[in-house]
């Protein structure tokens, strides 16, 4: 059963910093890894993602990478912003005909001005 | 292209009592999932739906089923309703065309059971 892990579970950080989430999964045999954010009490909205087959995507200030062979992901954010302050959900899509995510518990990010 | 929608977005329910909540997809995609967020076990998948078919379904008893229409607009019930049935419930539609593909979420729907 595959199981995803982010660390840390929250992160507090001064504007303008860089930073990494970390997002591991026990089961390589994914067909892609996507990166969400949530703000509070709100729906999810789709940041990167990112096939198997590739190493890395970015958007803006974003990157995520992908390294399959050891089941790790990472997202990073250049230059924090207050605005980056949200919940950011890692979730990896099995090599099936399904279209089941599975999730991992989620980082807390607070950006301070 | 209109996003994913979900109504109601709030709602309360007495325990005991039964919910229905709706989920209309982005036109044109057929696959709709349903997932259960609450703050201690985070996104847990409840099922999907292809084709007005459950094709896929999580670990969660009986007393939640789903179903989908021939528009693809989906349903999914909770009957008997319990306190720990409180949570954000979250619908993504999904397309496959060849090897890409789309999986977007909706707003969600909040349940608190009292």
């Known amino acids: 059963k595959q199981e995803v892990t982010q660390i840390p579970a929250a992160l507090s950080v001064p504007e303008g910093e860089n930073l990494v989430l970390n997002c591991s999964f026990t089961d390589s045999a994914i067909y892609n890894l996507q990166w969400f954010r949530q703000d509070p009490g709100k729906g999810l909205t789709s940041l990167l993602l990112?096939?198997?087959?590739?190493r890395e995507q970015t958007s803006g200030r974003l990157n995520a990478s992908l390294d399959k062979s050891s089941g790790r992901s990472t997202l990073y954010i250049a230059a924090s912003q207050p605005g980056d302050s949200a919940t950011y959900l890692c979730a990896v899509k099995e090599n099936s005909g399904y279209s089941t995510l599975t999730f991992g518990k989620g980082t807390m990010l607070l950006v301070s001005p | 292209k209109a996003g994913v929608t979900q109504t109601p977005r709030y709602l309360i329910k007495t325990r005991g009592q039964q919910v229905t909540l709706s989920c209309s997809p982005i036109s044109g995609h057929r696959s709709v999932s349903w997932y259960q967020q609450t703050p201690g076990q985070g996104l847990q998948f409840l099922f999907e739906?292809?084709?007005?078919?459950?094709?896929n379904k999580g670990n969660f008893p009986g007393r939640f089923s789903g179903r989908q229409f021939s528009n693809s607009r989906s349903e999914m019930n909770v009957s008997t309703l319990e306190l720990g049935d409180s949570a954000l419930y979250l619908c993504?539609?999904?397309?496959?065309?060849?090897?890409?593909?789309?999986?977007?979420f909706g707003p969600g729907t909040r349940l608190t059971v009292t």
């Open positions: 993504a539609s999904s397309f496959w065309q060849g090897a890409a593909y789309e999986q977007y």
């Open positions: 739906y292809f084709s007005e078919t459950q094709r």
């Open positions: 990112i096939q198997s087959s590739q």
